[in-house]
């Protein structure tokens, strides 16, 4: 196919697609699926090699948030049985990352619910970072707390944060209807925040919410605009007692075109498989594997996933390797960009608050002169869909902010 030998070309050297190329690869036939793994499979080698990093999200603090953003089961008015809790402390946090540490994760991502923190909200979580730092030796720590004031960025990264994760999760065009409480505008100011402050940002998105193969394609545009060196894919988990309860929009193929969509757009820079990886791609998750460099270990913020040991099974059978924290994750071009502008030499970051995160870019990439595009025997496009598998959704009900012991 001359699309894909194109868009391996152009991933190899750092070129953005055009968008119209970016569209025919969520409009390729199943027929055509495993040429287009094959394809961004190059490409993940190209820069990531056959190496999985793993990350272990740990829920700082639970629902009760007052946004409204309708993917989100700790929403104000969500319904969900998930649980609610309030900050924990800064040892049972670090008790919580120790357990996915020990478990192979070389990231910790700490989330809270809410719109974003007070400074006594950051000087909590700073103590955190520092806690778990000390127990961890190597461990990367990101943030996710929600849209930052001035200045909260920067006491995070002194208190030793690697990264700070804010999605943008969805274009800007339909962002006011997946929320009303806050803007992407919000989102992105955040996520500069944060590079600003010297932190590697980590923003991605979620699919499955009733966007067009256009929105895909503008939020991944608008990401790489932005520049995050982490991009988390969340595939919508539709938690009965959401708005979006009802949108099971998503196949295992559809999941496997986005991610490839994501790898040729973002070649460089770390593609995370976030929430929904099991209730989405399900017996497929392994493909996935060549076209994300990076997972997040056993459970999420208020679902639970597969065994940790499962995943680290699936890694190893499909023949990658889990990576080691002596080995940086980002190419050394970016790996010495991140450096450059003040953050450690740790990789990139990688947020798990599927819901919380964003930003905007300032304005959306140039496409490049448009290349041959051959006619699709389009199969799949946004109307897609799956049948509900309400039965793979299980709310967390162990690890943080509980008495029984983590997945992990
Ligand atoms: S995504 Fe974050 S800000 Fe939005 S409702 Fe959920 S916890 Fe609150």
């Known amino acids: 196919m001359d699309l894909l030998n194109t868009l391996v070309d ?5 070129e953005l697609p055009t968008r119209e190329e970016a569209l025919a690869v969520l409009a390729t036939s199943d027929d055509e699926l495993l040429d287009v793994v094959s394809a961004a499979g190059k490409v993940r080698r190209q820069w990531f090699g056959r190496r999985v990093k793993l990350n272990y999200l740990v829920n700082l603090k639970s629902g009760l948030c007052p946004e409204d953003c309708s993917y989100c089961s700790q929403r104000l008015g969500s319904t969900a049985g998930i649980l609610k809790y309030t900050w924990l402390k800064p040892d049972e946090a670090s008790q ?4 996915g540490v020990a478990g192979g994760a070389k990231r910790v991502c700490l989330v809270a619910s809410g719109r974003g923190p007070t400074d006594r909200d950051v000087d909590r979580v700073s103590q955190t970072i520092e806690a778990i730092k000390d127990q961890n030796e190597g461990v990367e720590v990101c943030a996710c707390l929600g849209l930052l004031s001035a200045g909260q960025a920067d006491k995070l990264r002194t208190a ?9 999760n969805t274009s800007e065009g339909t962002y006011g209807e997946i929320t009303t409480t806050h803007t992407y505008a919000d989102r992105v100011d955040t996520v500069q925040q944060a590079q600003a402050a010297g932190l590697s940002a980590c923003s991605g998105l979620i699919a ?31 938690f009965e007692g959401t708005p979006l309860a009802k949108e099971w929009n998503l196949t295992p193929q559809r999941c496997l075109r986005i ?5 040729f757009v973002c070649p460089d820079v770390e593609v995370r498989i976030a929430g929904g990886r099991e209730v989405h791609l399900r017996s497929m998750q392994p493909l996935a594997l060549h076209l994300a460099n990076s997972i997040f270990l056993g459970d999420y913020l208020t679902s639970e996933g597969q065994a940790g040991k499962t995943d680290l099974d699936m890694i190893a059978d499909a023949g990658f390797e889990v990576e080691g924290t002596d080995t940086v ?16 030499s740790h990789g990139d970051g990688g947020g798990g608050c599927g819901p919380c995160g964003s930003s905007e870019p300032a304005e959306p990439a140039e496409p490049a002169e448009q290349s041959a595009v051959p006619e699709q025997s389009a199969s799949s496009d946004a109307s897609e869909s799956s049948e509900a598998r309400t039965d793979l959704v299980a709310v967390r009900r162990r690890g943080a902010g509980t008495d029984l012991a983590p997945n992990a």
């Open 160 to 168: 030793g944060a690697d990264a700070y994760n804010h999605n943008l």
């Open 259 to 263: 991610l490839a969509m994501v790898r």
């Open 329 to 344: 994750t980002l190419p050394e071009h970016r790996a010495d960009a991140l450096a450059a502008a003040g953050c450690g």
């Open 10 to 14: 152009k991933g190899l050297r750092r």
């Open 96 to 99: 919580a990352a120790a357990a």
């Open 208 to 238: 499955g919410m009733g966007e067009t193969d256009d929105d895909l394609v503008d939020v991944v545009y608008a990401l790489r605009d932005l520049d995050p060196d982490s991009v988390p894919v969340n595939f919508l988990i539709p």
